[in-house]
């Protein structure tokens, strides 16, 4: 029986050590912490050494390892296999040898993947119910796998780079890298390395599939020339393949849905939502369910979530807000002054950096801990005991056209458990006055 060392349990190792073992192979699963499930693994006969990986593990031959991507290759336990050349692959490449009729969207990019990850996945469940997103969010693939090996599905998947890095196969029928700017610089050895990695998402592309290149992006357009796909370029500044003309998001000569039909704020959201489209069109959705869809997407949760229009006032649940970064960006996604509510549980950061954007707000609903600050920071603010007041005062307050922004810049543990509690008692509270 051929072994396999799977490090990391977390939700991905342990479904690629469930698929694996179905296999036929022998698993070893290791981790740095408790695994909950230990008992249960182990009852499939996998071997399952956790809080530590024993040094023992190095003796074995392995016909291969599944590696969790968020462990860096120069830890020792895995440099010690790097070094002795024993493939090393993540549970994304497993769960597609098997899982053969899966058609995978693939997003990724430095930010913007979750968004448009998100939306894609909720247009193919349009065209088939069964259709999942996958990879960083949603289920693990290989969960999906075991389920039923043959079944014929979409997915929509956000992938990143350290993950494309232990994919050598990895085949999407369309695929997007939304923007390249710095970032885990931890992980790889240069900003070049990072770069390149985001570019595997296309490595295995045959003419069919299409890679939808970003022209606004100079460093996507230095490292995509040659590509052996469809190249679609997309612009939100210049017309292109896929840009906006006249009020719609235009693929080539076809209307895939009108900028009235998206509600997200920010031209960073139009565009995620002009990428999902496209993609899901690739993929056998139909423009009626491309626009429906799109009309009804209200965003991740808790991150700028459009919630409802009540009496001509649009609302949004940015309850992830939870500090200055967060809220600035939040404020700049829109073209007009917003009625913000603001506070909660006091980090001791201080709140200055919104300073220079308090023309972005008509009027500040203050409360919980931190509401005398913000009171400070902006005199006219009107001060509340709790979430509940504040909604309240914001809908008396909000005439029709305005915009009621939820963008704490705090930390939600002064009144809540965390920020989905205070997000979802938000969007509750908005729901009140419905008709």
Not at 61 to 78: D, M, Q, R, T
Request: charged share 25%.
């Amino acid at each position: 029986m051929k072994k396999v060392l799977v490090i990391g349990a977390a939700l991905s190792g342990c479904a690629v050590s469930r698929l694996l073992v179905k296999k036929g192979y022998d698993v070893v699963l290791t981790d740095m912490k408790k695994v909950p499930e230990s008992y249960e693994l182990e009852n499939l006969g996998i071997s399952v050494y956790d809080e530590g990986h024993p040094e023992f593990l190095k003796s074995f031959e392995y016909e291969f390892i599944v590696k969790n991507p968020g462990i860096p290759y120069h830890v020792p336990f895995v440099k010690h296999f790097v070094e002795k050349n024993v493939p090393i692959y993540n549970e994304i490449e497993v769960a597609l040898w098997y899982g053969k009729n899966l058609q995978v969207g693939a997003i990724t990019g430095t930010n913007g993947k979750t968004t448009t990850t998100t939306l894609l996945g909720e247009l193919l469940k349009r065209k088939r119910a069964n259709a999942e997103t996958a990879g960083n969010i949603g289920r693990p693939l290989s969960d999906l796998v075991i389920e039923d090996e043959e079944a014929e599905k979409d997915i929509a998947m956000e992938i990143a780079a350290f993950q494309l890095v232990a994919c050598p196969t990895f085949h999407p029928v369309v695929s997007v890298c939304m923007n390249l700017t710095p970032d885990h610089l931890d992980y790889f050895k240069d900003l070049n390395k990072y770069y390149e990695a985001k570019m595997l998402v296309h490595k295995n592309q045959t003419e069919q599939d299409w890679f939808l290149r970003n022209m606004d992006d100079p460093e996507i357009m230095k490292l995509t020339s040659d590509l052996s796909c469809k190249v679609v370029d997309f612009s939100m500044e210049k017309e292109a393949d896929l840009c906006v003309k006249d009020g719609n998001v235009m693929l080539y000569d076809e209307v895939l849905f009108s900028v009235e039909d998206c509600h997200l704020p920010g031209k960073h959201n139009l565009q995620n939502c002009m990428v999902a489209a496209c993609m899901a069109y690739r993929m056998g959705v139909t423009l009626e369910d491309i626009r429906a869809g799109i009309s009804e997407f209200k965003g991740v949760e808790h991150r700028l979530e459009y919630v409802e229009t009540i009496h001509g006032v649009r609302y949004y649940n940015d309850s992830k807000g939870t500090n200055t970064d967060a809220t600035i960006t939040a404020l700049k996604s829109f073209d007009q002054s917003v009625i913000l509510i603001a506070g909660g549980y006091d980090k001791k950061t201080g709140f200055e950096e919104l300073r220079p954007y308090l023309d972005k707000i008509k009027l500040m609903v203050v409360y919980g801990e931190t509401k005398l600050q913000l009171k400070r920071l902006m005199p006219s603010a009107i001060v509340c005991d709790n979430l509940s007041d504040a909604v309240e005062v914001a809908y008396d307050k909000a005439q029709n056209g305005d915009v009621v922004l939820f963008s704490p810049v705090c930390a939600s543990w002064d009144q809540f458990k965390n920020f989905e509690e205070r997000g979802r008692l938000f969007k509750e509270l908005v729901r009140n006055h419905l008709d």
